[in-house]
């Protein structure tokens, strides 16, 4: 947990500011990736302007890179929707453990904090949430940690997309891709049941290569998130013994 000894009385400007500065960090993992990313979806055949809408309108790095390999694999539209869906799905774990927190303010900041809430985001932010002082604008301290990592997404996807120009079409950068994700990953698997999902996905993902479509994707997301809430159901069950 950080110090937030120095937030206290602070006004939505020390709180964006704060947040903003707790997120800078982990950009240092983001715009690599955001660059991968838009050279990617110009390699799927997407346009450039449709890369760069995506960044602003999706809003998911994951997702996206998903998105655009399934894209360029000629997938149905169907399987790419419920694929990305489900990708995304673990954002709604994320609103789900601040949603108590943030009952009070309106509509409009809800949306837009739910639109920011992302990996990294919540990952800067929660430790001011749950466990820092009390404040009637602390809300600002997750804008300030959503909209740099937005901006920095928007940035690098957009320097992926000019880069994409002057990269060889054959050069294969999936592996990176690949890279990223378990750069990404592997820091922040710190109980049974991560490390659980993580094995398990990481196993179907390797075992269903051969599935059509690129369903091995959607299989070996679901086989985690199982795996994962079986393995923590079981953790809890012990507990109570």
């Known amino acids: 947990m950080g110090n937030w000894d120095h937030l206290v009385g602070a006004s939505w400007r020390g709180e964006c500011w ?3 500065r707790a997120e ?19 390699q799927a055949g997407l346009p450039g ?9 999706v809003f998911g790095g994951s997702s996206q890179v998903v998105f ?16 990305v869906g489900v990708v995304n ?13 943030l009952a009070e303010l309106p509509l ?13 985001a919540y990952m800067a932010a929660v430790g001011r949430l749950t466990s820092g002082p009390r ?32 990269i060889p079409a054959g050069w294969a950068l999936d592996f990176s891709i690949a890279l990223t994700f378990i750069a990404l990953l592997v820091p ?26 690129k369903l091995w994707i959607l299989l070996a997301a679901l086989a985690g998130m199982l795996a994962g809430m079986l393995a923590q159901a079981l953790q809890r069950g012990k507990s109570h013994e």
């Open 18 to 20: 704060a947040g903003a």
């Open 24 to 42: 800078l960090p982990l950009l240092l993992g983001v715009l690599p990736f955001g660059l991968v990313y838009g050279v990617l979806g110009l």
């Open 49 to 57: 302007w449709a890369v760069v809408l995506m960044s602003s309108i």
């Open 68 to 83: 655009a390999q399934l894209w360029g694999a000629g997938v149905p539209a169907p399987v790419i929707v419920g694929t």
């Open 89 to 101: 799905l673990r954002h709604a774990l994320y609103s789900a453990s601040v949603a108590q927190l």
């Open 108 to 120: 409009r900041w809800k949306l837009l904090l739910a639109y920011l809430l992302t990996d990294e």
């Open 135 to 166: 404040s009637a604008v602390r809300h600002w301290f997750l804008f300030g940690t959503g909209f740099t990592l937005w901006a920095g997404w928007q940035l690098s996807t957009l320097g992926g997309v000019l880069l994409g120009a002057t």
């Open 188 to 213: 922040s698997l710190r109980r049974r049941s991560e490390c659980v999902a993580a094995a398990v996905a990481g196993a179907v993902a390797l075992l269903a290569q051969g599935v059509p479509y």
